[in-house]
């Protein structure tokens, strides 16, 4: 079975300080992994994907993320945060298509990061 | 570009009443989902289509209906409103289920069911 388990629920950090939103998966197969970013009261748009071609994938607006198979971890981070970044994210591994499931997302419960000034 | 359109954004219900949401994509994608968002729950999926006239099960069908007549509309309804319903509704679609492709989602639907 697939699943993804965000460790925190909750990270506060200051403007200009660095931003680490940790993720762990499990999966019986090599993972497809996605972040997400949902702004308040906004849809969710993609932050990044990893497409196995790289560790270190990079996203949009500064973001990148590693891939690190021994730790079965996928942490989002940013050198320096900024105050429009304050959002929720999400870590979403995508079950494979084995069992009919079509490639489903599977969501992490959320980290919701707030950028003091 | 209107990508994955939703409607309404915002539902108040009474107990038992009924509703149907619309997702509209214009992006011709095959698959179509609805997922349910309700705090520290992150999203979880109510059913989902592959294919026009076709739908199933997601993780937490019960007490909704779902039907794609037609390749770019994905309704979802609610036969008898629980306030247990109350929620944040969002669409997606995907192309395909390919291992690195993305879904794309709507603006969400707020439902109050009181």
């Known amino acids: 079975a697939q699943s993804v388990t965000q460790l925190d629920s909750h990270v506060s950090v200051s403007e200009g300080t660095p931003v680490l939103l940790r993720c762990n998966y499990s999966?019986?197969?090599?993972?497809?992994l996605f972040w997400y970013v949902q702004h308040p009261n906004k849809g969710l748009q993609l932050l990044l994907k990893y497409t196995s071609a790289a560790t270190l994938v990079k996203g949009i607006n500064g973001f990148e993320a590693e891939f690190k198979k021994s730790e079965t971890s996928f942490h989002l981070t940013k050198p320096s945060a900024h105050m429009s970044d304050a959002a929720e994210y999400f870590c979403v591994v995508k079950m494979s298509n084995y069992g009919g499931s079509q490639g489903n997302l599977i969501f992490g419960k959320g980290t919701k990061l707030s950028v003091k000034p | 570009n209107a990508g994955v359109t939703q409607t309404p954004k915002f539902r108040v219900l009474k107990t038992g009443q009924s509703m149907t949401l619309l997702c509209a994509q214009d992006m011709n994608h095959e698959y179509m989902y609805w997922y349910r968002q309700d705090p520290g729950m992150g999203l979880r999926l109510i059913h989902y289509?592959?294919?026009?006239?076709?739908?199933a099960k997601g993780e937490v069908p019960d007490g909704y209906n779902v039907s794609r007549l037609k390749k770019q509309n994905f309704l979802l309804g609610l036969e008898s409103a629980a306030p247990s319903q109350t929620s944040v509704y969002f669409c997606?679609?995907?192309?395909?289920?390919?291992?690195?492709?993305?879904?794309?989602f709507g603006q969400g639907t707020r439902l109050t069911v009181v």
């Open positions: 997606a679609s995907s192309s395909q289920t390919g291992r690195y492709t993305e879904a794309f």
């Open positions: 999966s019986s197969y090599s993972p497809s």
């Open positions: 289509s592959v294919g026009e006239g076709t739908t």
